[in-house]
């Protein structure tokens, strides 16, 4: 992997951790595109090796002028992921317009394009978590960030593109790098912090009978198999559609809150807390990735159970002192 390849996001969480791997790949010809801002989201671009970072808006523009030279692919990670963002203007044109135009001189000039989707795309999971072409048009997400999302997919699905190009439906995900995304960091992130500072964990209580408190299930997503998966379509160009990025398997609040517990070496301690009304009728109680359409596709490798995947990110990332501050 010696060629150009941009990375849309990459100093945010799922970019940053695809661009390290690529540099453990012999690729350091990366062009990185970022907002940065005042915090301390810069961290995430310390042992990182690439030939430029630029604005988001100047990137596009150094793409569409050609100041970038030839690109070998370009992996759109890059978006607002707030679920709770309320510009809708704005998500448009950062989720999709912006998607659309990096998509269009992608095809023009014969360069690999992955973008990220989102299982919030699937809204409640009513219709079920199925990646085929047949079911994407009928979903219902239940905010504005998903339906940006959305949005692009069927976009692209109308004009028949989704043959040429990849869109990553990435579920829970979680691991390094995550800390500058504050309250839209990982519940694993979460917990760990909670069990340094106070040796507990606090949890929705559940508010629908068929299942108990801390039941709820996700599908959560190591980053370290969110990127072997994105790694996969950037080798294997031949590959186009749709994807879901998750295990397959569903797992509880419970069950990811106790290996939190395991991994810092902490008695479990949960409490059970109400959940604000004005996300009762937004809370999906389950997530579970239809991963047969990914396989079909090639992809091989076993995802990481949560046991281990929490262990991993507890013991590399997670010190008691990063925990507290939330890991970067």
Same mark, same amino acid.
């Given at each position: 992997?010696?060629?150009?390849?941009?990375?849309?996001?990459?100093?945010?969480?799922?970019?940053?951790?695809?661009?390290?791997?690529?540099?453990?790949?012999?690729?350091?010809?990366?062009?990185?595109?970022?907002?940065?801002?005042?915090?301390?989201?810069?961290?995430?671009?310390?042992?990182?090796?690439?030939?430029?970072?630029?604005?988001?808006?100047?990137? @596009?523009?150094?793409?569409?002028?050609?100041?970038? *030279?030839? #690109? $070998?692919? &370009? !992996?759109? +990670?890059?978006?607002?992921?707030?679920?709770?963002?309320?510009?809708?203007?704005?998500?448009?044109?950062?989720?999709?317009?912006?998607?659309?135009?990096?998509?269009?001189?992608?095809?023009?000039?014969?360069?690999?394009?992955?973008?990220?989707?989102?299982?919030?795309?699937?809204?409640?999971?009513?219709?079920?978590?199925?990646?085929?072409?047949?079911?994407?048009?009928?979903?219902?997400?239940?905010?504005?960030?998903?339906?940006?999302?959305? @949005?692009?997919?069927?976009?692209?699905?109308?004009? *028949?593109? #989704? $043959?040429? &190009? !990849?869109? +990553?439906?990435?579920?829970?995900?979680?691991?390094?790098?995550?800390?500058?995304?504050?309250?839209?960091?990982?519940?694993?992130?979460?917990?760990?912090?909670?069990?340094?500072?106070?040796?507990?964990?606090?949890?929705?209580?559940?508010?629908?009978?068929?299942?108990?408190?801390?039941?709820?299930?996700?599908?959560?997503?190591?980053?370290?198999?969110?990127?072997?998966?994105?790694?996969?379509?950037?080798?294997?160009?031949?590959?186009?559609? @749709?994807?879901?990025?998750?295990?397959?398997?569903?797992?509880?609040?419970?069950?990811? !809150?106790?290996?939190?517990?395991?991994?810092?070496?902490?008695?479990?301690?949960?409490?059970?807390?109400?959940?604000?009304?004005?996300?009762?009728?937004?809370?999906?109680?389950?997530?579970?990735?239809?991963?047969?359409?990914?396989?079909?596709?090639?992809?091989?490798?076993?995802?990481?159970?949560?046991?281990?995947?929490?262990?991993?990110?507890?013991?590399?990332?997670?010190?008691?002192?990063?925990?507290?501050?939330?890991?970067?």
């Amino acid at each position: 992997m010696a060629k150009t390849i941009a990375v849309t996001g990459g100093g945010g969480f799922i970019g940053r951790n695809l661009a390290a791997a690529l540099n453990a790949r012999g690729c350091d010809d990366l062009i990185l595109a970022d907002r940065l801002g005042c915090d301390e989201k810069w961290r995430n671009l310390l042992g990182l090796r690439f030939e430029d970072i630029l604005d988001p808006g100047d990137f @596009l523009s150094a793409v569409e002028t050609g100041k970038l *030279g030839e #690109l $070998d692919a &370009i !992996v759109h +990670l890059g978006a607002c992921s707030s679920t709770t963002e309320r510009d809708a203007d704005y998500l448009l044109r950062n989720n999709y317009h912006f998607t659309r135009a990096l998509c269009e001189w992608s095809l023009r000039h014969k360069t690999r394009f992955i973008y990220a989707s989102s299982a919030a795309t699937y809204g409640d999971g009513s219709l079920g978590y199925s990646d085929e072409d047949a079911a994407t048009p009928a979903l219902r997400p239940l905010n504005m960030y998903g339906y940006s999302k959305h @949005l692009f997919d069927l976009w692209a699905l109308r004009r *028949g593109l #989704l $043959d040429r &190009i !990849v869109g +990553l439906k990435y579920f829970n995900v979680y691991g390094s790098h995550e800390g500058h995304k504050g309250e839209m960091r990982s519940m694993v992130n979460k917990a760990c912090a909670q069990i340094a500072n106070s040796g507990k964990v606090q949890l929705f209580k559940s508010h629908r009978p068929e299942y108990r408190d801390g039941e709820q299930r996700r599908d959560f997503v190591y980053v370290k198999d969110a990127v072997a998966v994105t790694l996969y379509f950037l080798e294997n160009r031949g590959v186009g559609g @749709l994807f879901n990025c998750g295990t397959g398997e569903a797992r509880t609040w419970n069950d990811l !809150v106790k290996a939190a517990f395991t991994a810092m070496r902490k008695p479990c301690n949960i409490e059970y807390i109400e959940m604000p009304e004005a996300l009762r009728g937004k809370y999906q109680y389950l997530t579970q990735a239809e991963t047969g359409k990914l396989r079909r596709a090639g992809y091989s490798r076993s995802f990481t159970s949560i046991e281990d995947g929490v262990a991993d990110y507890v013991a590399t990332c997670l010190t008691p002192r990063r925990a507290v501050e939330g890991s970067r």
